[in-house]
């Protein structure tokens, strides 16, 4: 059973707009949420994370929003840049559970078109 | 600092060879972790280690034999490559168990005939 699911595999945007990546998790027991994002033969790098005491985090065109009512979180990109064009992978880990262990979902391809 | 070090960046395997994918870090951080990758299936965690001498499983680790000797290596020993190890891994590491972001290494590419 997947926990956390990345329904979009693939999301294409014109420069300059927003760029919204979805992810919903069906665990309730987590409680910590980050994005990662990975370039084409490199490994993957941190991006933004999230609490579950909070509904939003912001880092310059970066903004994580979370509905823990409906176990869904969202990364916003604006304004789009073709050198956000990567993979972005969400993840999730539960404090109560063993040693922070991260859930991925399967990623979301992003094209940013110039 | 180097960061997260991955040896080698590629390599071919027989059904059945043995190997050893090495895994350093420089930053001092009591966590680390082995997850491989492919296609449509995102990041699966195989095994990982709280500190030098504590291992545990993740949740693909058959097959992948682990050991933390020192804080700063990480080896990943397949015993006996199947095809279906064919993958991308990747080595991480975090200052504790904390929630703290992971760094990751570049990745070794496997494929087995």
């Known amino acids: 059973d997947q926990q956390v699911k990345q329904n979009s595999p693939s999301l294409s945007v014109q420069e300059g707009r927003i760029s919204i990546l979805n992810c919903d998790y069906t665990?309730?027991?987590?409680?910590?949420f980050l994005w990662y994002k990975k370039y084409p033969a490199e490994g993957p790098t941190f991006l933004i994370s999230i609490s579950s005491i909070k509904d939003k985090n912001e880092d310059g065109r970066f903004t994580v929003f979370l509905n823990k009512s409906a176990k869904h979180l969202s990364l916003h990109i604006v304004p789009s840049q073709p050198g956000d064009s990567a993979v972005y992978f969400c993840a999730a880990s539960d404090s109560g559970g063993s040693n922070y262990k991260l859930t991925f979902g399967k990623g979301t391809l992003l094209t940013v078109n110039p | 600092n180097a960061g997260v070090t991955q040896t080698p960046k590629f390599q071919v395997l027989k059904t059945g060879q043995s190997m050893t994918l090495q895994c350093a870090q420089d930053m001092n951080h009591e966590y680390m972790s082995w997850y491989r990758q492919d296609p449509g299936m995102g990041l699966r965690l195989i095994h990982y280690s709280v500190g030098a001498g504590i291992t545990d499983q993740g949740e693909v680790p058959n097959g992948y034999n682990v050991s933390r000797s020192t804080t700063e290596d990480f080896p990943l020993r397949l015993l006996s490559a199947a095809p279906s190890q064919t993958s991308v891994y990747f080595c991480?590491?975090?200052?504790?168990?904390?929630?703290?972001?992971?760094?990751f290494g570049p990745g070794t590419r496997l494929t087995v005939l």
């Open positions: 665990n309730s027991m987590f409680d910590y």
């Open positions: 991480a590491s975090r200052q504790d168990t904390s929630r703290n972001e992971q760094f």
